[in-house]
């Protein structure tokens, strides 16, 4: 049954019955996917919906980068040094990690699965803006690929865009459409 | 090169020069996973992890239920109705999604894929905790799967505990380790 006020979601199975204090200032940081070419990626997730890339670190041996972004309106209190760079990130909620494997841009076709054909599990990401329509009409303009348009299903309030990986990028806004 | 100043960033193929200003207010929310058994996985995220559960929404239909959850220290400016609830959840950052389909509870074995094997693609969700061996020792006592220990390997500041889907959740802490 849809649990919708503070009373009903505490009574959903599962659901602890008062939160541990040993959990206290525990932050859901980020989520991290894997990206065939870090530079696609990086100008879908920077130019297309507004991230800033705060770290890049190189693993030179091992092969592989890391890049870190967040989506702020504001990023004049991001430290300039890196390991301020490092403790500021760690402390923010909603941080985008990407993971590139050197030389899969160099690869024929997707190098890797976005979840949600067999096998599935990982199904999306989501970015909120504060106009659902605004947002996709220049999506289309910019030529970004959709999964599904506001205008398909019955959902006519969600669209789903794809990353230069294919993985979903959920667009949602706060309010009712009008 | 690993770049972490400013600049350095700024010059990284693919990230845009400046960003484009039809991209303000636009907030980095949730991240989505399916789950086989909607109570084991809420037990872990609340229980263990301290996430707290904001929003349950069925689909009797379709089978399925969406659960959302976020990790606040204080969930008191949390709406108590459900359409001020959706709102407040579509503003946040560091968003939880949860999709269970009903039924795979049922299914023996693993239902979902966690990304870490091929076909790869997702990796993991990450949590920042304020000190990482005392938040290690408690998963330890409260039996939690590692996929890595603190000791294990080389990265000796970060662990990655599993979820009840197998979910790898990376533990980290801001502050280098003494």
């Known amino acids: 049954m849809t649990a919708s006020t503070r009373d009903a979601l505490a009574q959903v199975p599962g659901v602890a019955s008062e939160r541990d204090a040993a ?5 859901f940081n980020h989520t991290m996917l894997r990206v065939k070419d870090a530079r696609a990626s990086l100008d879908f997730y ?5 991230f800033t890339l705060v770290r ?3 693993f030179a041996e091992a092969k592989f980068s890391l890049f870190f972004l967040v989506l ?17 990130l760690a402390r923010q909620r909603g941080v985008l990690e990407l993971t590139h494997n050197h030389g899969t841009e160099d690869q024929d ?7 949600n054909s067999d096998p599935r599990g990982f199904g999306h990401l989501c ?21 599904k348009r506001l205008t398909d299903g019955r959902m006519r ?20 459409l009008d």
């Open 23 to 27: 959990t206290r200032d525990f932050v």
């Open 157 to 176: 309030s969600l669209a789903f865009i794809k990353d230069p990986d294919g993985y979903w990028v959920e667009i949602i806004q706060p309010t009712p």
């Open 46 to 50: 920077t130019r297309v919906l507004g």
């Open 109 to 115: 076709g997707p190098v890797y699965h976005d979840g």
């Open 127 to 147: 970015v909120s803006v504060p106009d659902v329509v605004v947002a996709c009409a220049r999506f289309e303009t910019l030529g970004v690929d959709f999964q």
């Open 72 to 88: 702020v309106d504001d990023d004049s209190d991001i430290p300039d040094d890196d390991a301020g760079r490092k403790q500021w």
């Open 56 to 58: 890049k670190v190189d």
